[in-house]
T-cell receptor, first 113, second 114 residues
Framework: EAGVVQSPRYKIIEKKQPVAFWCNPI?????LYWYRQNLGQGPELLIRYENEEAVDDSQLPKDRFSAERLKGVDSTLKIQPAELGDSAVYLC???????????FGDGTRLSIL | DAKTTQPPSMDCAEGRAANLPCNHSTISGNEYVYWYRQIHSQGPQYIIHGLKNNETNEMASLIITEDRKSSTLILPHATLRDTAVYYCIVRGPFGYNQGGKLIFGQGTELSVKP
């Protein structure tokens, strides 16, 4: 079984530029999560999807962050414009259902110059 | 905030059992204990979870005390590749539009040494 695939693995941009991350979850997994992990900290949930519906986006900074999951499969997370404090690893996870173990991708490491 | 307390770091000799403790004294009756680990530059990896019975899979064993206020993750024969940060997480069930989030604490940094 293929795992959660994320791209790119690394991204370096200047502040105020836009950036997007892509996630392909495990086939058949209806629940998809985006997390942010700051250096030396554990991951923190940004948004959770059930199929194509965002059911928990309470931790997503909506002024600059947006996400979508078209057709309930792949998902993208966008930041526009990026700020210096957005430097972090952005992780995607998926699970077969909302109460089942989550499986993570290896993340996108974002560096803002 | 995380509902668990773990030692910040532990060492283990290669080939020996690694026993990682976790305190979760405020756990509720419907909350599960989950363990994940994160190897450097990788995403967290699911290891095991349990409610009140001890659990075992191909990776590890989970021992939960009878009062459920603490648990121990056991890696029976640690290898160098088990060096990672281990997270103990208490997680309730999702209801639609409710909680059930994985809230990661600081974890235990396990170093397996030759």
């Amino acid at each position: 079984e293929a795992g959660v695939v994320q791209s790119p693995r690394y991204k370096i941009i200047e502040k105020k530029q836009p950036v997007a991350f892509w996630c392909n979850p495990i086939s058949g997994h209806n629940t998809l999560y985006w997390y942010r992990q700051n250096l030396g900290q554990g991951p923190e949930l940004l948004i959770r999807y059930e199929n194509e519906e965002a059911v928990d986006d309470s931790q997503l900074p909506k002024d600059r962050f947006s996400a979508e999951r078209l057709k309930g499969v792949d998902s993208t997370l966008k930041i526009q414009p990026a700020e210096l404090g957005d430097s972090a690893v952005y992780l995607c996870a998926s699970s077969p259902g909302q109460n089942q173990p989550q499986h993570f991708g290896d993340g996108t490491r974002l560096s803002i110059l | 905030d995380a509902k668990t307390t773990q030692p910040p770091s532990m060492d283990c000799a290669e080939g020996r059992a690694a026993n990682l403790p976790c305190n979760h004294s405020t756990i509720s009756g419907n909350e599960y204990v989950y363990w994940y680990r994160q190897i450097h530059s990788q995403g967290p990896q699911y290891i095991i979870h349990g409610l009140k019975n001890n659990e075992t899979n191909e990776m590890a064993s989970l021992i939960i005390t009878e009062d459920r206020k603490s648990s121990t993750l056991i890696l029976p024969h640690a290898t160098l590749r088990d060096t990672a940060v281990y997270y103990c997480i208490v997680r309730g069930p999702f209801g639609y539009n409710q909680g059930g989030k994985l809230i990661f604490g600081q974890g235990t940094e396990l170093s397996v040494k030759p």
